[in-house]
Nanobody, 123 residues
Framework: QVQLVESGGGLVQTGGSLRLSCAASGDRIRRYAMGWFRQAAGEERKIVAALTRNGDTTYYSDSVKGRFTISRDIDENTVYLQMNNLRPEDTAVYYC????????????????WGKGTLVTVSS
C-alpha cells in the first residue's frame, strides 16, 4: 500500500507557474502508473496527466497539453507536475493517485489517492 502526499499548491497569477510534488511512502512509485487529477468546485474529478509504470509513456488532457509536464524521481519516490502558463480555468484541487493495473488511467480505477493540494489562478 502506498501513501501519497501532495504539496506545492498556492495562489498564482495568470501566466505564472507552479510545480506540484507528490511524495510517496510505503511502496515504490515504479510499481505504479501515476496520475495527476483535478477537481474544480462543483465539477467532477478529471485526469490531467499520467505516467506509465515504466515511465516511458505520458498522457495529458487536451486542456493542459503543452503547458503541463509530469515527471518522476525514482530515487526520491516522488512524482511532479510542472504547470506553466497557468490560466484561471486551471483553478482546482489537484490530486495525485497511483494505479497498479490499468492504463489508460481513469478516476474509478485508481488504487490510492492523496488528499490534494489547492491551486488558485487569479485573473
Amino acid at each position: 500500500q502506498v501513501q501519497l502526499v501532495e504539496s506545492g499548491g498556492g495562489l498564482v497569477q495568470t501566466g505564472g507557474s507552479l510545480r506540484l510534488s507528490c511524495a510517496a511512502s510505503g511502496d515504490r512509485i515504479r510499481r505504479y502508473a501515476m496520475g495527476w487529477f483535478r477537481q474544480a468546485a462543483g465539477e467532477e474529478r478529471k485526469i490531467v496527466a499520467a505516467l506509465t509504470r515504466n515511465g516511458d509513456t505520458t498522457y495529458y488532457s487536451d486542456s493542459v497539453k503543452g503547458r503541463f509536464t509530469i515527471s518522476r524521481d525514482i530515487d526520491e519516490n516522488t512524482v511532479y507536475l510542472q504547470m506553466n502558463n497557468l490560466r484561471p480555468e486551471d483553478t482546482a484541487v489537484y490530486y495525485c493517485a497511483a494505479e497498479s493495473t490499468y492504463w489508460p488511467l481513469k478516476v474509478a480505477d485508481m488504487d490510492f489517492w492523496g488528499k490534494g493540494t489547492l491551486v488558485t489562478v487569479s485573473s
